[in-house]
C-alpha cells in the first residue's frame, strides 16, 4: 500500500475515502497475487463460489449473481471449462441456453482458493483483533449497502 510521505498533507490522507482507496488498493493486491499463485483469477473464484452457493445456472444468471459482466462470462466458463472445473450443458427448457454446473475437480479448486483468499483476509486484517475485523465488517457492510443501488453490478476482480 502506497504511505504518505511525512510532508503528505494530513488534509487528504486523513480522509476516509483516501484511507479506503488505499486498503481497498492493498486488498485487491493480495487477493490477486494470492490467486495469480494458483494460477485463477478472481473471476474463477466468484464464478466457482457462485455455482457452489447456488447450483446450475444460465451463464446469464451466473452473470447477475457473481456481478461478472457477460461479455467476461463467456471468457471466464470457457477458462473454467478448459480446465475441467465447470461444464456446459444444454438447458432441457431451452435448447439455445445452455446451464454450466461445478464439477468435482471445480468443488476441489474452490476449497483450494478459498484458503488462498482466507490467507488475503488474514494478511490484511492482521493488525486487527477478531472484534474489530467483525465491526469493520459491519461498517463496510452498512457503507456498502448505502450507496449501492439494485442496479449496481461490481464489474472489478474481487
Known amino acids: 500500500m502506497a504511505t504518505p510521505s511525512e510532508e503528505s498533507p494530513a488534509s487528504w490522507t486523513n480522509l476516509p475515502s483516501w484511507l479506503l482507496t ?17 494460477d485463477a483469477r478472481g473471476y474463477h473464484y466468484r464464478l466457482l463460489a ?9 451463464q446469464a444468471t451466473l452473470g447477475r449473481r457473481s456481478g461478472i459482466h ?6 471466464t466458463i470457457n477458462e473454467l471449462a478448459e480446465r475441467d472445473l465447470v461444464q456446459r450443458s444444454p438447458d432441457p427448457a431451452d435448447r439455445r441456453r445452455n446451464i454450466v454446473s461445478l464439477t468435482t475437480a471445480g468443488k476441489r479448486r474452490l476449497r483450494k482458493l478459498d484458503k ?12 486487527l483483533s477478531p472484534e474489530q475485523r467483525r465491526h469493520l465488517t459491519e461498517l463496510l457492510t452498512l457503507l456498502l449497502d448505502h450507496h449501492s443501488g439494485p442496479a449496481d453490478s461490481p464489474d472489478e476482480e474481487r
Open 22 to 38: 488505499q486498503t481497498a488498493n492493498h486488498a485487491h493486491r493480495l487477493v490477486t497475487e494470492g490467486f495469480s499463485a494458483a
Open 50 to 58: 457462485t455455482l457452489a452457493e447456488f447450483g446450475p445456472a444460465s
Open 70 to 75: 457477460l461479455s467476461d462470462m463467456v471468457a
Open 116 to 127: 488462498r483468499l482466507a490467507d488475503a483476509q488474514a494478511e490484511l486484517l492482521e493488525p
